[in-house]
């Protein structure tokens, strides 16, 4: 909790130095429409593992939470036509802590997170909006063959933290605003270090927020029709996965260490962005993943990868693709399928999730983190990628 105090210290500390000089603030665009706000909400955790269900040191069901986060943010006027197509937005970043009440198996995880918060409906003096989340967290108590076993749903000190909800925003003054609403939280490292079973959690939530400025004229501008585009992608990407052999008879630090495997290959995809704000299309990728049918020895109480063939490990999916474009970053949801696997046991549905994020330094180059996931809450492995795009109307 030292760190918390300490972070939260810092952030409150650069908020307010950026506010002292207000001429300043008013010449900076950077900072003009900044705000600072406080969160709490108090909620329920899926049952989605043993270790949730109560087997735990407690031997109690590990079903409710609650968590505080403070959020810088900024307020977007219409500057840029995206601004205005998204109903003036404002984003920025957080910094949550999240409580369990079982810090021994768990610890009190925080998170450092940037978010995204768009109005569905805007008024005069409130707004209903949707919001997306996404960042790191650090400070689980996490799974440890001997001293904390039972904690098969973090394998890390570090996972990602991934959340979308709702919520409803009033202006109880020119710069005090109260915002209620309720979001769907998913914390996991994208089984980069096995037992990763994962936690989620849904709650509602009240937060109040300040803003350093009076309530923004946003500026209106003539939308141009749009002109469909079109774009091939290709693009590569790496990562890992880390396998647990409980059978092995080797130092049990050993055996949870586990072997960890590379994953990459390639994507190749057809999008047409139909609107600003949205892109429809289909995609391919094939694959490596060196974890499919692997097989390990023990040598000096270690664990040696015995090799297999290489087409054992390929693989081949297909995909219908959606993005919500937000200026050059992108959301991507990708329902996918297994076409080319080798038949082997123990093997994940042919069905799985693609979701990630994607940016675009240029117009032709982009970077990218996709998680592949399937059954929607286990993860499978992360892609790590870079691409090139080539566009046409």
């Known amino acids: 909790m030292k760190n918390l105090y300490l972070l939260l210290f810092l952030l409150i500390t650069f908020v307010s130095n950026a506010q002292i000089d207000s001429s300043k603030v008013q010449k900076s665009r950077k900072w003009k429409n900044s705000s600072l706000q406080g969160m709490y909400q108090k909620g329920y955790v899926f049952p989605t593992n043993d270790f949730l269900k109560g087997t735990n040191d407690e031997a109690a069901v590990i079903n409710a939470f609650q968590a505080f986060s403070i959020k810088f943010s900024t307020q977007s006027t219409g500057d840029k036509l995206w601004e205005q197509l998204y109903k003036y937005p404002n984003w920025g970043i957080g910094l949550y802590v999240a409580d369990f009440y079982d810090p021994e198996d768990i610890g009190y995880p925080i998170a450092l ?12 003096k409130s707004s209903f909006n949707y919001e997306i989340g996404f960042g790191a967290t650090f400070n689980w108590k996490s799974y440890n063959p001997v001293t904390n076993q039972y904690n098969i749903a973090i394998g890390a000190g570090e996972s990602f933290l991934i959340d979308a909800g709702l919520n409803y925003e009033y202006l109880l003054s020119k710069r005090i605003a109260i915002v209620a609403g309720f979001s769907l939280t998913h914390f996991s490292n994208g089984a980069l270090k096995k037992p990763n079973f994962g936690i989620n959690i849904i709650a509602p939530k009240i937060s109040i927020r300040y803003n350093f400025y009076n309530p923004p004229d946003f500026q209106k501008q003539e939308v141009p029709k749009y002109i469909k585009e079109n774009e091939w992608l290709i693009s590569a990407f790496g990562g890992a996965k880390n396998v647990i052999y409980d059978s092995v008879s080797v130092n049990i630090k050993e055996k ?21 704000k949205s892109k429809i299309g289909f995609g391919m990728t094939f694959s490596y993943d060196g974890s499919v049918n692997a097989q390990v020895a023990v040598d000096n109480n270690e664990l040696v990868e015995v090799k297999v063939p290489f087409g054992d490990k390929l693989q081949v999916s297909i995909y219908p693709s959606f993005e919500l474009v937000v ?60 691409g090139y795009r080539i566009k046409w109307k």
């Open 113 to 124: 997170y940037g978010f995204f918060n768009s109005p569905f409906i805007r008024w005069k």
């Open 256 to 276: 949870y260490e586990g072997v960890f495997f590379p994953v990459f290959g390639l994507s190749t995809a057809y999008n047409r962005q139909i609107s600003y």
């Open 327 to 386: 200026n050059k970053l992108s959301l991507i949801l990708q329902p996918a399928f297994y076409i080319y696997r080798k038949d082997l046991k123990n093997q994940s549905p042919v069905f799985h999730q693609r979701i990630g994020l994607k940016y675009h330094f240029s117009d032709y180059f982009f970077a990218g983190i996709t998680l592949r996931d399937y059954a929607f809450h286990v993860s499978d492995f992360i892609e790590w990628n870079v």
